[in-house]
Protein backbone atom coordinates (compact mmCIF):
# COMPACT_ATOMS: atom_id res chain seq x y z
CA UNK A 1 0.00 0.00 0.00
CA UNK A 2 1.22 3.47 -1.06
CA UNK A 3 2.85 5.61 2.08
CA UNK A 4 1.32 8.73 3.24
CA UNK A 5 2.20 12.35 4.52
CA UNK A 6 0.36 14.40 6.79
CA UNK A 7 1.48 17.28 8.76
CA UNK A 8 1.74 16.41 12.24
CA UNK A 9 -0.53 19.01 14.11
CA UNK A 10 -3.01 21.27 12.95
CA UNK A 11 -5.29 24.11 14.48
CA UNK A 12 -8.63 25.16 13.66
CA UNK A 13 -11.31 27.65 14.87
CA UNK A 14 -15.17 26.30 15.98
CA UNK A 15 -17.66 26.88 13.18
CA UNK A 16 -14.77 27.18 10.46
CA UNK A 17 -13.99 24.63 8.24
CA UNK A 18 -11.00 22.16 8.84
CA UNK A 19 -8.65 21.46 5.87
CA UNK A 20 -6.79 18.37 6.58
CA UNK A 21 -4.21 17.40 3.73
CA UNK A 22 -2.48 13.95 2.86
CA UNK A 23 0.17 13.80 0.48
CA UNK A 24 0.19 10.21 -1.45
CA UNK A 25 2.40 10.92 -4.45
CA UNK A 26 3.16 7.02 -4.81
CA UNK A 27 -0.47 6.42 -4.76
CA UNK A 28 -1.51 3.51 -8.09
CA UNK A 29 -4.77 3.16 -9.75
CA UNK A 30 -6.30 0.59 -7.75
CA UNK A 31 -5.82 2.35 -4.46
CA UNK A 32 -8.27 3.79 -2.64
CA UNK A 33 -7.94 6.50 -0.08
CA UNK A 34 -9.58 6.28 3.45
CA UNK A 35 -10.01 8.53 6.45
CA UNK A 36 -10.11 7.54 9.65
CA UNK A 37 -10.14 9.39 12.82
CA UNK A 38 -9.19 8.48 16.51
CA UNK A 39 -11.31 10.73 19.44
CA UNK A 40 -8.92 10.52 22.57
CA UNK A 41 -9.31 7.16 24.63
CA UNK A 42 -11.48 5.92 21.95
CA UNK A 43 -11.44 3.65 18.76
CA UNK A 44 -10.98 4.76 15.03
CA UNK A 45 -13.16 5.56 13.61
CA UNK A 46 -14.21 5.31 9.91
CA UNK A 47 -15.18 9.09 7.77
CA UNK A 48 -14.97 8.75 4.34
CA UNK A 49 -13.09 7.18 1.37
CA UNK A 50 -12.64 7.86 -2.03
CA UNK A 51 -11.04 6.49 -5.32
CA UNK A 52 -10.73 9.66 -8.20
CA UNK A 53 -14.12 11.13 -7.52
CA UNK A 54 -15.13 14.04 -4.76
CA UNK A 55 -17.30 12.58 -1.75
CA UNK A 56 -18.90 13.78 0.49
CA UNK A 57 -21.15 12.56 3.09
CA UNK A 58 -22.50 13.26 6.69
CA UNK A 59 -19.73 13.60 8.39
CA UNK A 60 -17.30 15.20 5.81
CA UNK A 61 -16.22 15.71 2.09
CA UNK A 62 -13.21 14.20 0.67
CA UNK A 63 -11.15 16.22 -2.01
CA UNK A 64 -8.91 14.43 -4.55
CA UNK A 65 -6.94 15.87 -6.77
CA UNK A 66 -6.55 14.87 -10.54
CA UNK A 67 -3.59 13.26 -10.49
CA UNK A 68 -4.68 11.42 -7.32
CA UNK A 69 -1.37 12.55 -5.72
CA UNK A 70 -3.05 14.51 -2.36
CA UNK A 71 -6.22 14.89 -1.30
CA UNK A 72 -7.91 16.90 1.20
CA UNK A 73 -10.66 15.58 4.19
CA UNK A 74 -12.97 19.27 4.50
CA UNK A 75 -15.03 19.15 8.02
CA UNK A 76 -17.31 21.94 7.13
CA UNK A 77 -18.12 23.20 11.06
CA UNK A 78 -15.64 21.80 12.85
CA UNK A 79 -16.90 21.89 16.30
CA UNK A 80 -14.89 20.63 19.85
CA UNK A 81 -16.04 16.98 19.50
CA UNK A 82 -14.43 17.12 16.15
CA UNK A 83 -10.56 17.55 18.01
CA UNK A 84 -8.98 13.82 17.45
CA UNK A 85 -6.18 12.18 15.15
CA UNK A 86 -7.24 11.61 11.99
CA UNK A 87 -5.20 9.20 9.59
CA UNK A 88 -5.17 8.81 5.80
CA UNK A 89 -4.80 5.47 4.73
CA UNK A 90 -4.21 4.14 1.22
CA UNK A 91 -5.22 0.94 0.70
CA UNK A 92 -5.89 -1.28 -2.40
CA UNK A 93 -9.27 -2.66 -2.86
CA UNK A 94 -9.67 -6.33 -3.99
CA UNK A 95 -11.57 -8.95 -4.25
CA UNK A 96 -11.68 -10.70 -0.66
CA UNK A 97 -8.49 -10.40 -0.23
CA UNK A 98 -6.72 -7.15 1.70
CA UNK A 99 -8.96 -6.23 4.48
CA UNK A 100 -5.96 -4.94 6.05
CA UNK A 101 -5.56 -1.07 6.93
CA UNK A 102 -2.35 0.15 7.91
CA UNK A 103 -2.06 3.68 10.13
CA UNK A 104 0.11 6.09 9.93
CA UNK A 105 1.03 8.71 12.62
CA UNK A 106 -1.84 10.90 11.52
CA UNK A 107 -2.84 14.42 11.79
CA UNK A 108 -4.13 16.08 15.17
CA UNK A 109 -6.74 18.57 14.72
CA UNK A 110 -6.99 20.73 17.55
CA UNK A 111 -10.50 22.87 17.21
CA UNK A 112 -10.10 26.05 18.82
CA UNK A 113 -13.24 27.72 20.90
CA UNK B 1 -26.37 1.13 18.45
CA UNK B 2 -24.66 -2.12 17.02
CA UNK B 3 -20.85 -2.05 18.45
CA UNK B 4 -18.25 -4.16 19.08
CA UNK B 5 -17.90 -4.73 22.58
CA UNK B 6 -14.48 -5.21 24.05
CA UNK B 7 -13.62 -6.76 28.03
CA UNK B 8 -11.78 -6.07 30.01
CA UNK B 9 -11.52 -2.13 29.63
CA UNK B 10 -9.15 -1.99 31.76
CA UNK B 11 -6.32 -4.17 32.82
CA UNK B 12 -3.48 -4.44 35.45
CA UNK B 13 -1.68 -7.36 35.37
CA UNK B 14 1.99 -8.81 37.06
CA UNK B 15 4.97 -9.67 34.34
CA UNK B 16 4.47 -13.48 33.58
CA UNK B 17 0.63 -13.36 34.35
CA UNK B 18 -1.44 -15.03 31.22
CA UNK B 19 -3.73 -12.32 30.56
CA UNK B 20 -6.99 -12.77 27.86
CA UNK B 21 -8.95 -10.20 26.33
CA UNK B 22 -12.35 -11.03 24.73
CA UNK B 23 -13.79 -9.00 21.84
CA UNK B 24 -17.69 -9.28 20.76
CA UNK B 25 -17.94 -8.32 16.83
CA UNK B 26 -20.51 -6.80 15.54
CA UNK B 27 -23.59 -9.33 14.97
CA UNK B 28 -22.94 -11.00 11.22
CA UNK B 29 -20.09 -9.12 10.89
CA UNK B 30 -17.41 -12.19 9.52
CA UNK B 31 -13.73 -10.05 9.77
CA UNK B 32 -12.07 -9.51 12.66
CA UNK B 33 -9.32 -7.20 13.60
CA UNK B 34 -6.72 -7.57 16.57
CA UNK B 35 -4.58 -4.19 16.39
CA UNK B 36 -2.29 -2.85 19.38
CA UNK B 37 -1.80 0.93 19.76
CA UNK B 38 1.66 2.01 21.99
CA UNK B 39 2.75 6.08 22.09
CA UNK B 40 5.87 4.74 20.41
CA UNK B 41 4.61 2.25 17.63
CA UNK B 42 1.28 4.30 16.60
CA UNK B 43 -1.95 1.48 16.11
CA UNK B 44 -0.26 -1.96 15.03
CA UNK B 45 -2.13 -4.97 12.97
CA UNK B 46 -1.99 -8.16 15.29
CA UNK B 47 -3.67 -10.36 13.55
CA UNK B 48 -7.15 -10.63 11.53
CA UNK B 49 -10.06 -13.49 10.91
CA UNK B 50 -12.20 -13.78 8.11
CA UNK B 51 -15.48 -16.28 8.58
CA UNK B 52 -13.36 -17.28 12.03
CA UNK B 53 -10.13 -18.82 10.24
CA UNK B 54 -7.07 -16.73 10.63
CA UNK B 55 -5.78 -14.93 7.51
CA UNK B 56 -2.93 -13.10 8.75
CA UNK B 57 -0.37 -13.17 12.34
CA UNK B 58 2.21 -11.65 10.93
CA UNK B 59 2.22 -8.49 13.40
CA UNK B 60 2.16 -10.90 16.32
CA UNK B 61 4.88 -12.29 18.40
CA UNK B 62 4.14 -15.82 18.45
CA UNK B 63 5.94 -17.24 21.46
CA UNK B 64 4.05 -15.22 23.56
CA UNK B 65 0.73 -13.87 21.83
CA UNK B 66 -2.22 -16.22 20.56
CA UNK B 67 -5.33 -15.13 19.02
CA UNK B 68 -8.93 -17.46 18.13
CA UNK B 69 -12.27 -17.17 17.08
CA UNK B 70 -13.61 -20.31 19.25
CA UNK B 71 -17.35 -19.12 17.35
CA UNK B 72 -18.67 -16.49 15.58
CA UNK B 73 -19.56 -14.09 18.40
CA UNK B 74 -15.81 -14.18 20.10
CA UNK B 75 -12.58 -13.23 19.20
CA UNK B 76 -10.07 -13.57 21.81
CA UNK B 77 -6.12 -12.44 22.22
CA UNK B 78 -4.06 -14.09 24.76
CA UNK B 79 -0.49 -13.09 25.99
CA UNK B 80 1.52 -16.14 28.09
CA UNK B 81 3.43 -14.53 29.46
CA UNK B 82 2.89 -11.23 29.96
CA UNK B 83 5.66 -8.61 29.88
CA UNK B 84 6.13 -5.13 30.37
CA UNK B 85 6.90 -4.03 26.66
CA UNK B 86 3.31 -5.48 25.87
CA UNK B 87 1.80 -2.90 28.23
CA UNK B 88 -0.84 -1.24 25.26
CA UNK B 89 -4.23 -0.20 23.95
CA UNK B 90 -5.59 -3.49 22.31
CA UNK B 91 -8.44 -2.67 20.15
CA UNK B 92 -10.54 -5.22 18.22
CA UNK B 93 -12.85 -4.15 14.88
CA UNK B 94 -15.19 -5.69 13.22
CA UNK B 95 -16.26 -5.33 9.35
CA UNK B 96 -18.61 -7.77 6.85
CA UNK B 97 -17.11 -8.54 3.72
CA UNK B 98 -18.43 -11.13 0.80
CA UNK B 99 -17.06 -13.00 -1.58
CA UNK B 100 -16.21 -11.10 -4.44
CA UNK B 101 -16.24 -7.73 -2.78
CA UNK B 102 -14.07 -5.50 -0.89
CA UNK B 103 -14.24 -5.22 2.97
CA UNK B 104 -15.93 -0.86 2.68
CA UNK B 105 -15.35 -0.15 7.03
CA UNK B 106 -14.12 -1.92 9.73
CA UNK B 107 -15.76 -0.49 13.23
CA UNK B 108 -13.66 -0.15 16.29
CA UNK B 109 -14.37 -0.94 19.74
CA UNK B 110 -13.40 1.25 22.62
CA UNK B 111 -10.34 -0.81 23.20
CA UNK B 112 -8.67 -3.20 26.51
CA UNK B 113 -6.07 -0.79 28.48
CA UNK B 114 -3.36 -3.23 29.66
CA UNK B 115 -0.56 -2.34 32.11
CA UNK B 116 2.36 -5.48 32.65
CA UNK B 117 3.87 -4.33 35.77
Known amino acids: DAKTTQPPSMDCAEGRAANLPCNHSTISGNEYVYWYRQIHSQGPQYIIHGLKNNETNEMASLIITEDRKSSTLILPHATLRDTAVYYCIVRVRQHFGNEKLTFGTGTRLTIIP | DARVTQTPRHKVTEMGQEVTMRCQPI?????VFWYRQTMMQGLELLAYFRNRAPLDDSGMPKDRFSAEMPDATLATLKIQPSEPRDSAVYFC???????????????FGEGSWLTVV
Open chain 2, 93 to 107: ASGFTLAGEDLNTIY
Open chain 2, 27 to 31: LGHNT
